[in-house]
């Protein structure tokens, strides 16, 4: 009888090991296949950051935790494109809801890009209500300087900055209210209304002009308010 018992008690012991044992196993297994499947995926991702990285897009996350966010500080230095317009934009209402009497800073240096994405930057700025200073540096073309002269707080360019408008008042020969004599007349109202440019720049049909200036020049047009740096403005 007690044989029977023990022999009993071992078949029981047996199996319940056995069957801890595959539990362990098959869990072991599953959790090997989720770190396998993850690291899979955060390879995939790293690349497309590499990619969008060549490109020459910036890829963006946002973090409220940013040592320059919680300066209420912008950064600019990629063309203005749709990615720059969204990650701009987001951080403007972001840092608007958090306070709209503090001012912000957006700091931009660009070579240029997408003249709509600057100009919906610039329709945000005006609609929040704090004030958006942009300090501009290195240099600042074509769309840079589109958003430049439109701070809604002050604009400066340090010392050293080449700010460059690029002026396309080709209408074509679409009619007058085709899309591209709209484009022409919203860069000469928006130029008569943020900066004193010569009117002879924004007369005729000039097709892709440039006009070039340094800090000195800009404030004298009336592109930006002061230099940065403490030099005063010559």
């Known amino acids: 009888m007690e044989d029977r018992v023990r022999k009993g008690l071992i078949c029981v012991l047996l199996f319940v090991g056995g069957f801890s044992f595959c539990l362990a196993f098959f869990g072991a297994l599953i959790m090997v296949t989720v770190l396998a499947t ?57 840092l608007d809801a958090q306070s709209n009497t503090e001012p912000i800073d957006l700091f931009i240096s660009t070579l240029g890009g997408y003249g709509e994405d600057a100009y919906g930057i610039v329709d945000v700025m005006h609609s929040i209500s704090a004030p958006v200073n942009v300090w501009a540096f290195g240099i600042c073309y074509s769309s840079g300087a589109i958003i430049l002269a439109a701070g809604t707080g002050r604009r400066y360019a340090f010392p050293n900055t080449l700010i460059g408008i690029h002026l396309d008042l080709d209408e074509g020969s679409d009619g007058h209210y085709s899309s591209q004599a709209e484009e022409v007349r919203r860069e000469r109202a928006f130029w008569k209304d943020v900066a004193e440019i010569p009117d002879e720049w924004l007369l005729g049909d000039k097709d892709n002009v440039w006009y070039y200036l340094n800090a000195h020049q800009a404030v004298s047009y009336g592109v930006i308010d002061e230099i940065a740096g403490g030099r005063p403005a010559e």
């Open 38 to 94: 993850d690291g899979n995926k955060l390879s995939i991702q790293e690349k497309n950051i590499d990619y969008m990285i060549q490109a020459g897009t910036a890829s963006w996350h946002f973090d409220p935790e940013n040592p320059l966010m919680r300066q209420r500080k912008i950064v600019v230095t990629t063309d203005i494109n749709e990615l720059t317009m969204k990650e701009v934009v987001s951080t403007l209402f972001y």
